[in-house]
T-cell receptor, first 110, second 114 residues
Framework: QQQVKQSPQSLIVQKGGISIINCAYE??????FPWYQQFPGKGPALLIA?????SEKKEGRFTISFNKSAKQFSLHIMDSQPGDSATYFC?????????FGTGTRLTIIP | DAGVTQSPTHLIKTRGQHVTLRCSPI?????VSWYQQVLGQGPQFIFQ???????GRGNFPDRFSARQFPNYSSELNVNALLLGDSALYLC?????????????FGEGSRLTVL
């Protein structure tokens, strides 16, 4: 049972554009929603995270938008750069366990 | 400061063999979790340990086991390896309680089962 659905599977954005990745969850017991960035051959690195009592969180070029009633959250990358090319995973936590989405492979083209 | 360190980084085993993977958490972190990441998919939760006690177990067979030592390092053991166990095994540590701290991942141990 996939509890966190992530889309799109892959995304190509021009340099300077906005990258948007969406996730939806089912379990209302989730209490923490992080986004991870993973480069080939590396482990996931925490990018930004939000708790369900907040509708938006911004850190630099990265913003999480959270819609509790719709059980959806999204990552926005502003002014996307070639160095942002990586795989991005949304996740949701309940107790000790993080449930990850299936990942989005982001490619930023010049 | 050193991050989460894992060893070995790569290893090749044959079906039926046993493997032990090791993890050292960030200094001061008391919580260690293990995740399995199959190629092209998101990580899947295997175990979580906090203060040397198992706090959670994912949907993995009994062939998978783990433990945490007094210095908070951890081992993941997999017996009777199957081809489907080929994956990147990730260790993550957290400073706080197992249900409140942010998770920091190591670079993983890539296991290939032939």
């Amino acid at each position: 049972q996939q509890q966190v659905k992530q889309s799109p599977q892959s995304l190509i954005v021009q340099k300077g554009g906005i990258s948007i990745i969406n996730c939806a969850y089912e379990n209302t017991a989730f209490d923490y929603f992080p986004w991870y960035q993973q480069f080939p051959g590396k482990g996931p690195a925490l990018l930004i995270a939000i708790r369900p009592d907040v509708s938006e969180k911004k850190e630099g070029r990265f913003t999480i938008s959270f819609n509790k009633s719709a059980k959806q959250f999204s990552l926005h990358i502003m002014d996307s750069q070639p160095g942002d090319s990586a795989t991005y995973f949304c996740a949701a936590r309940r107790n000790e366990k993080l449930t990850f989405g299936t990942g989005t492979r982001l490619t930023i083209i010049p | 400061d050193a991050g989460v360190t894992q060893s070995p980084t790569h290893l090749i085993k044959t079906r039926g063999q046993h493997v032990t993977l090791r993890c050292s958490p960030i200094s001061g972190h008391k919580s260690v979790s293990w995740y399995q990441q199959v190629l092209g998919q998101g990580p899947q939760f295997i175990f979580q340990y906090y203060e040397k006690e198992e706090r959670g177990r994912g949907n993995f067979p009994d062939r998978f086991s783990a433990r945490q030592f007094p210095n908070y390092s951890s081992e993941l053991n997999v017996n009777a390896l199957l081809l489907g166990d080929s994956a990147l095994y990730l260790c993550a540590s957290s400073s706080d309680r197992w249900d409140t701290g942010e998770l920091f991942f190591g670079e993983g141990s890539r296991l290939t089962v032939l």
